[in-house]
């Protein structure tokens, strides 16, 4: 079994919602990891716009990622599965370059953005998992999670900054 194994190229990301939605996404996963720029985009979908022109403009961004290499692969998120900006993504993915999930969440997009070097089928799988982790009820009573609690006398402007 030998040999060097086949050299792989990162899984691109993007990200098709309701304005102003996939660029406040695309916002938040590079603040978390901004080395990824390149591999993120996001479209927002305006609500005046024609679904038609709206595709046109994800096929010559969808074209852009995967042109980058011969096994370039991308994983399309989106907000609402039967809404315009899945309805226009699901016309662009292939199923085999390109996948789609709906229902996208923050939690998500890290999970995709950090697994974004795995073949493309586990990238999914980690995505959806990621997004179903994410949501989950919070007990307000408990302190927050990896963090003492303070008294309400030393608190100061900095604590509600990330």
Same mark, same amino acid.
């Given at each position: 079994?030998?040999?060097?194994?086949?050299?792989?190229?990162?899984?691109?990301?993007?990200?098709?919602?309701?304005?102003?939605?996939?660029?406040?996404?695309?916002?938040?996963?590079?603040?978390?990891?901004?080395?990824?720029?390149?591999?993120?985009?996001?479209?927002?979908?305006?609500?005046?716009?024609?679904?038609?022109?709206?595709?046109?403009?994800?096929?010559?961004? !969808?074209?852009? *990622?995967?042109? @980058? #290499?011969?096994?370039?692969?991308?994983?399309?998120?989106?907000? +609402?599965?039967? &809404?315009? =900006?899945?309805?226009?993504?699901?016309?662009?993915?292939?199923?085999?370059?390109?996948?789609?999930?709906?229902?996208?969440?923050?939690?998500?997009?890290?999970?995709?953005?950090?697994?974004?070097?795995?073949? !493309?089928?586990? *990238?999914?799988? @980690? #995505?959806?998992?990621?997004?179903?982790?994410?949501?989950?009820? +919070?007990?307000? &009573?408990? =302190?927050?999670?990896?963090?003492?609690?303070?008294?309400?006398?030393?608190?100061?402007?900095?604590?509600?900054?990330?």
């Amino acid at each position: 079994m030998g040999g060097a194994s086949p050299r792989r190229c990162m899984n691109s990301i993007l990200l098709v919602a309701h304005a102003p939605l996939a660029q406040a996404l695309r916002q938040c996963a590079l603040h978390v990891f901004p080395d990824a720029d390149a591999w993120v985009t996001a479209l927002d979908v305006l609500p005046n716009v024609p679904p038609e022109e709206t595709l046109g403009a994800a096929r010559i961004i !969808l074209a852009q *990622q995967l042109g @980058r #290499a011969p096994r370039a692969q991308v994983l399309v998120l989106t907000d +609402v599965f039967g &809404a315009t =900006p899945c309805n226009v993504a699901q016309q662009l993915v292939d199923g085999v370059r390109s996948r789609l999930v709906a229902g996208v969440n923050l939690p998500m997009l890290l999970r995709a953005v950090t697994y974004r070097h795995e073949p !493309l089928e586990a *990238q999914v799988q @980690r #995505a959806i998992a990621g997004g179903t982790a994410g949501v989950m009820q +919070v007990a307000v &009573a408990a =302190p927050p999670q990896n963090q003492a609690r303070r008294k309400h006398s030393d608190q100061d402007i900095r604590d509600h900054q990330q």
